[in-house]
């Protein structure tokens, strides 16, 4: 089977990490997600989750020295080596050099970057109702839109559901402004690089999983000839 070695690209809110989520099961992809890494890391309250909990409290970007380390290290791992579903990386320019830097030094390359696009309001309202579960920062919620069977309880593990620290109002509106100035450029940069596919994400999950499926499915085939 040829790589498939992608990116998921949009703001916060556009359903990155659910359609992460599908789309590992489809095609048996590493799901990595810098954010999920990163809250593991604050969670054991380790030295590097503790420096990078001061900038992901306020919205901001973790250094980039930190970040690139974590993920050069993590797409070289065994069930990553097959390919690969990046989830909130890169997120600025020299980030995504350093990515093409790390693959071309293992004669490796990108197959696409999706880009899921969803417009600020819209990511206002995902994620002030959004809750996670504890123990699988995948299993994603909303209160109003796909609200858990039982209040407050993942319908998949029984696990206690919570919202991000990071999801109130005030660093949700600074996140989309880090993600405007610093992440979109990624947008030219991946289009120029012929790489880039485009989703609506303002559609019902099951479209858009049903749509990313289709192309990646087409992405594989292409890659097989
Ligand atoms: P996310 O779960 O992707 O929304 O990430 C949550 C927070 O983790 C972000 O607001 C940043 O503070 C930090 N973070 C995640 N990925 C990156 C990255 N690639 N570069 C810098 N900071 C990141």
């Not at 485009?198 to 990646?216: I, K």
């Amino acid at each position: 089977m040829p790589e498939l070695n992608l990116i998921l690209l949009g703001p916060p809110g556009a359903g990155k990490g659910t359609q992460a989520e599908r789309l590992q099961a489809d095609f048996s992809l590493a799901h990595i997600s810098t954010g999920d890494m990163l809250r593991s890391q604050v969670a054991a309250d380790t030295e590097l989750g503790r420096k990078a909990k001061l900038y992901m409290d306020e919205g901001e970007l973790v250094p980039d020295d930190v970040i690139i380390e974590m993920i050069t290290q993590r797409i070289d791992e065994p069930d990553a080596r097959e390919g690969f579903l990046l989830d909130g990386f890169p997120r600025n320019e020299s980030q995504a050099d350093a990515l093409d830097s790390a693959l071309r030094a293992h004669d490796r390359r990108l197959t696409a970057v999706l880009q899921i696009e969803v417009p600020d309001d819209e990511v206002v309202r995902r994620l002030t109702g959004r809750r996670v579960c504890v123990k699988n920062p995948s299993h994603i919620y909303h209160v109003e839109l796909d609200p858990p069977k039982h209040e407050r309880i993942c319908d998949q593990d029984g696990a206690r559901l919570i919202q991000r620290e990071d999801d109130s109002e005030q660093t949700i509106r600074r996140r989309l402004e880090v993600y405007h100035s610093q992440t979109t450029p990624l947008i030219d940069y991946y289009e120029r690089a012929g790489l880039l596919r485009r989703f609506d994400g303002t559609r019902a999950p099951e479209e858009v999983h049903t749509h990313l499926r289709a192309t990646l499915a087409t992405l594989r085939l292409e890659e097989q000839i």
